[in-house]
């Protein structure tokens, strides 16, 4: 018989993206609208810990949707990973009335989630990483900000380098997938890209390419390199000496997280924090949202762990032909 | 038996979107990386009758993936709409050795690339518009610039709209379609949001729901109101006078579909360019391409045209939830 | 002999701008840094009448230099005209210990200050206009920002007035001054800019422009015109009727006066608001704030009412040569 | 007796800036305004020397208004700090009809125009780097909008600093001269400016400043370090060990030079081109233009290369006050 939820929690964990704001929001306003009370766990499941709580209201949230980080703040939890710490977490979240948790993260906080579910809080995962690194899910909370602030990043540089006809290896986020890489890669005209997922990194073959391109006379070259490859500097140096072209590494860094979010990062973060807290109304728990062959969808946690994903070939294809 | 194709034509008609020179950018490379041969017709459909045809190289479309409007040009064409015009258009077509021909535009486009299929020249159609209106796909090229564009004005008309306590109303494009009003309706928290799939329009109502959110203190009232309903100068006036709160109009037009394309517009529109180039390499005609439950995809001209679609209701239902 | 201030008052007047929250937090900080106490005014004069009157902490200004509008609201009092408004605000100033004021806002809002400092509250202007209409300053905040929202809208619109071959007039803030369409006009490159100051309308000019542009083949014609001509709508009707070409106008509107401030107007009133604090502390009163020949500096508000100012004669001849 | 001029020559040199183009065009079309011919020499003395010379049109200088970077490139010359390059600089000018010459870079490009002065060659400089460190005038090319790229970015990085409470160290641009560092120091409300011209650099003061602002619940700790003082990686290594908070850097780099002007250094670098122009027309020579004191005026280059400024104290100050 499903459990009906009265209170709902919500806490962002991991690293932050732009959009969880709207997530929150999107949690508190439907979790009222659908006649539940709500409450804010701060820092994540180290605050869950230490019982940094307190009630939302719809004005809590106003003003929000056009923030990037998250009003919650978020932090690491080693305590949470052990088998005391979860079950403290779910005392915690029974005696301050939460019977039904959202958690937005990456699949790091899923587990944590699946923990709660299964020690009888009725548990969601929402999709929330810039590294758009969850197998269940087209869409994660923060991919389509981190990419357009990347990729315009990365417009500027590539002026500074055609004027000056260098060679930029530009790194950006994205320590084991390259979406980011992949996305900006073809957004950005990107002469090479670099990604984990197709690690076969042959510097000769960078080289020779650069050489290549400048007899064509190619004003620049733009070299994409995600974060899970990384050296970039020292990869600069070597390219510099190899080809006598001058070159250059910017690490974007941080910046691709924060920002005010996209339109889709507030519109799909809304909708999906609304369909988390309808998931809740209907009884459901130890399930993560997802956006899935065109439509918002939810997957059970044990399930969504499992899945596995991979860049798709044919943009990696495409990526390789548009850039010659 | 499938004709191999040699020369591929790449034309824009209709209204711009921003993202149409990644897709001119992708056919022409993928083309040559195919080993076909490109070229461009400009001034779309009355190009072609006027023989506006040159021949397009990878550098050609160097530098253009950043740029908003197109390069091809574009503007409507009535000669083109007659038997005689179609005729005469598959003619130059032959006489300029273009036997593939890729069409970016929207369902009127797509009308002409099907006459174009029926006399022989092999025809895909690519669904650029920035209003998301062709129903056999989830993507169109310039509408994720344009709901960036109508969302960061909105952003700032909210600034000054909270600084003096007043309604805006905000007149947001699409004639016939209310995806732009309701992505921007989500994503700048929009009190009220009126478009024509959901017309009804009851102006007692939107100026009852202002009163109560004045006595709940909310300190503005945004209204977005797509193109297709309109008259948003004497909406203003006619709810001043009803409300005695101080009501402001803007019509955010053109604008919305130029600037630098966003970065799903310049892979999406790369993909599909890519996309319709390898349809004519494997001798496909009268298709047009779409983005559809999670892939590229393709669907026949005469089906395309056929379906229909609507605004989605679970996401008008949240946009409703989110507002209170 | 000079008074010893020890609480300094702030409020905003007039005509929203962005940046006018970076001089309130310079307000609040300065005045905190130099040991005197801050309250905060809401709602312009109007709430100065109502006693709407809070203390300000440091605190209280987090987070709010990026962003638009102005944290404590704005509104016009017609009651502040009168002598015995006036009256009443200087009792209520005194009441609430303000014994020092700084008024943010445009030559209305110094009107009053002039009134209150006559009538013993120690108080200084600081120049908050999008329009530089302030003939003592080279710099008000809020333009700047202004300016770069305007520009980046026109390019947009340019964008898609190439594609299509079309004429532009685009409507910019400026009902007295046309220093924002004189800016944009040179900055987007505009074929013909329409300001008060240099009024000498004549549309026959314009049109033949056009159409000499047209044949010297030039894609667009961009008319950048201040609302203080206005009529664009019109305008686009009978160009378009007389020249044959596709005219459009677009009215940019309110968008121009919020939005996250750019740097410069972050700074800049960030060291007005401190500037006017350090005056109230030297014992100053009856004087507003200025940036004049390079630097911060301060006049007589009697004498910066009766300054006048026109738009800057070369910069004027230099666009009418750079858009040949 | 004045010599006239026929032909100018334009070129860019040292580091490339945001604007540049603005300030060719506006050389090149201002030139033709006059009378005059003109030549594009590329890749600044380099291009020179190799005699990289050609015609500019008007037509030539369409649309690169809102383009980053420099149409002409640049390039360093070793060459040309000879002699023997500097009179085969003159010699080619003459060679080419080239009687007057625009140089627009940073100090070291207008030693090279000194020289070419003094070789007969009419030559103004046009001030042009992003470090605003020459100091004969209050405005250089580029300035503007590197000041509002970093603050941008700092805003978004501030956003994930906030959410995870970290401390973050951002390097900004600025070898000799802390202006970048100071005016986004101020805009991005930083808790600490590290500048080459007050370098007084003690950790301990830092760390302290950290702990003390932790204590008294500050989420977020920004420190933005000039490229003159650096090291902001292993800075950040040391401040985390020393108080015990995630610190992170981040080094903005070459994005700082590139994309879009702003209106400002749109506006400011199309008058100083013309001027330059007007300058030139008029007969002189040996001059760099400046904006000082609320205008475009110029300076001998000798006096101008002697010249020294510094942090404006009163700006340093006010930065200090509002960090508190």
Redesign the interface.
């Known amino acids: 018989m499903e459990k009906e939820i009265k209170t709902i929690g919500v806490l962002?964990s991991g690293g932050?993206a732009?959009g969880m704001n709207a997530a929150i929001?999107?949690v508190v306003?439907?979790a009222?609208?659908n006649g539940k009370k709500v409450k804010g766990i701060y820092r994540g499941y180290s605050g869950l810990l230490n019982e940094e709580i307190r009630d939302m209201t719809?004005r809590d949230v106003s003003?929000t949707?056009?923030?990037?980080?998250?009003i919650l703040?978020?932090?690491r939890c080693a305590e949470f990973r052990t088998e005391e710490g979860q079950k403290l977490g779910a005392e915690i979240c029974k005696k301050h009335g939460i019977d039904g948790l959202v958690v937005i993260g990456g699949d790091g906080s899923f587990a944590g989630a699946q923990k709660l579910a299964a020690l009888g809080i009725n548990t969601i995962g929402v999709p929330g990483t810039i590294d758009l690194d969850i197998a269940c899910t087209?869409y994660t909370i923060g991919f389509?900000t981190a990419?357009?602030?990347?990729?315009?990043?990365?417009?500027?540089?590539?002026?500074?380098?055609?004027?000056?006809?260098r060679c930029?290896i530009i790194e950006v986020m994205g320590r084991h997938a390259g979406y980011i890489a992949l996305?900006?890669g073809?957004?950005?005209?990107a002469e090479d890209i670099l990604v984990p997922e197709r690690y076969n990194y042959d510097e000769q073959e960078l080289i020779n390419n650069i050489i290549r391109n400048r007899k064509r006379g190619k004003?620049h070259h733009i070299i994409i390199n995600a974060e899970g490859i990384g050296h970039s500097t020292s990869m600069a140096r070597r390219i510099q000496a190899a080809t006598g072209v001058e070159t250059?590494a910017?690490?974007l860094?941080?910046?691709?997280?924060?920002?005010?979010p996209?339109?889709?990062d507030?519109?799909y973060a809304?909708?999906m924090g609304?369909?988390a807290v309808d998931l809740l109304c209907a009884g459901k728990s130890n399930r993560v949202v997802g956006y899935?062959?065109?439509d918002?969808t939810d997957f059970d946690i044990d399930e969504a762990l499992a899945m596995q994903k991979d860049l798709p070939e044919?943009?990696w294809e495409?990526a390789r032909?548009?850039s010659?």
């Open positions: 962002t932050d732009s929001r999107a306003r439907k009222i609208y719809a003003d949707i056009a923030r990037g980080g998250t703040g978020t932090a087209e389509d990419i357009n602030t990347a990729m315009e990043a990365i417009d500027k540089v590539r002026d500074t380098s055609t004027s000056h006809e930029s996305y900006c073809i957004a950005n005209g004003k250059r910017t690490i860094g941080h910046m691709q997280r924060g920002g005010s996209t339109c889709k507030r519109v809304s909708m609304a369909y899935r062959h065109g918002f044919y943009m495409v032909a548009l010659v």
